[in-house]
Nanobody, 121 residues
Framework: QVQLVESGGGLAQAGDSLRLSCEVSGRNSSRYIMGWFRQAPGKEREFVGDVTWTGGNTFYSDSVKGRFIISRDNAKNTAYLQMNSLKPEDTAVYYC??????????????WGQGTQVTVSS
């Protein structure tokens, strides 16, 4: 069984930076593609970005490209979402997700508990 524990998030002002962490535990923890989705009030959950298990490849949605950076430390079984130049429209609950093959297609193997990010103007 795979478990994800998220940390970070909170309140920020426009232009600030925040970092989220996602620690994975369970079988083959370092072999998963890891990434984030977010869900704003009244909106559907949307893909933010992901990173391959080697950390060598990342992919981002257009809405965060150039501002957010995903990285991972397999020695710590942890992925990070560095959010820079935050905008009020980044306000959402952020969910970490993992899967052996893809978190962008189908349903990820596991989800984190979600963490709130609120950006004021």
């Amino acid at each position: 069984q795979v478990q994800l524990v998220e940390s970070g998030g909170g309140l920020a002002q426009a232009g600030d930076s925040l970092r989220l962490s996602c620690e994975v535990s369970g079988r083959n923890s370092s072999r998963y593609i890891m990434g984030w989705f977010r869900q704003a009030p009244g909106k559907e959950r949307e893909f933010v970005g992901d990173v391959t298990w080697t950390g060598g490849n990342t992919f981002y949605s257009d809405s965060v490209k150039g501002r957010f950076i995903i990285s991972r430390d397999n020695a710590k079984n942890t992925a990070y979402l560095q959010m820079n130049s935050l905008k009020p429209e980044d306000t959402a609950v952020y969910y970490c997700a993992v899967d052996e093959f893809s978190i962008r297609v189908g349903v990820p193997t596991a989800w984190g508990q979600g963490t709130q990010v609120t950006v004021s103007s």
